[in-house]
């Protein structure tokens, strides 16, 4: 269409933990500075997400300038958490695959994410993105990796798309759910100026100064039925997904990206589809 810009950043410093919108920001070879360095697991080493706890979706945490967080969440006193200083590892979990993490150092904080989860959790920070999880070969480069994100560096929505989506949501049996905000989807980025779906046809594109690679469509889950301001499921949009956007197993809502370049990117920038 010829004025596609990034209409949004958004930062997830803590793995499920709520969305901060950004400016601008830097890109790093696994995704957004900051983003997804850090996640709960359970007793078993198993990532813990919105998936199994909605009320992660509540929780805040702000990204501090040496890399820590500042937690907080309804209920409790905010907690300032510092990068772990030693580099002792455990096994990490995530959707079965296996990844190393440093735990937080102070059991104080282990106690208050169990106390606001109403489990047995520990927050592990990724002390090394640049080696400790690969990305699924199938559709990334050899040595190119990722963080606690559920795969890919980064993930692309467009504004239209979400338009079109509501739309049918209007037309469907939930009707009174939509019309959904974009924080269902949790995306990095956030692209307007396109036609809806236009995204579905992406191979590369380039955000201001950095170039991507369009990695694959992003399959969604029960997470964007939560209502990530009350916590609250409902049915939508995965069952107008279901009726509308089905690629073979995939409910299909946004594209993976895979940065080729560094750089930093800004709200407003041009966006350029490469192919």
Known sequence: MGNEQLQSIHLHPVKAFRSLALREAVVEPWGLAGDRRWAL?????????????????????????????????????????????????????????????????????????SEYVGAEVRLVHMDDPGTRRPVDPEHA????TVSFADGYPLLLTTASSLDALNSLIAR???ADE??????????NVVVSGTAAWAEDDWSRVAV????????????????????QTTAQRGREPLRTLGRHRRFGQMLVFGQNLIPE??????????????G
């Open 208 to 227: 201001g100064e950095v170039t991507f690679r369009v990695a694959k469509m992003c399959g969604r889950c029960v997470v964007t039925t939560t209502d």
């Open 41 to 113: 697991i359970d007793d078993g080493g198993k990532v813990v997400t919105q998936r199994q706890r909605a009320h992660l979706a509540l929780a805040a945490a702000e990204l501090l300038p040496d890399g820590g967080l500042r937690l907080s969440a309804p209920g409790m006193e905010p907690l300032a958490v510092p990068v772990p200083g030693a580099v002792t590892t455990v096994p990490v979990d995530i959707f079965g695959e296996k990844v190393e993490g440093v735990p937080a150092e102070s059991p104080a904080v282990h106690a208050w994410c």
């Open 141 to 144: 480069l050899p040595g190119e």
């Open 261 to 274: 370049s560094p750089g930093t990117i800004r709200v407003g920038d041009p966006v350029t589809v490469l």
């Open 178 to 187: 939509g019309p959904l905000p974009m924080n269902r989807f949790r995306p």
């Open 172 to 174: 469907g049996d939930h």
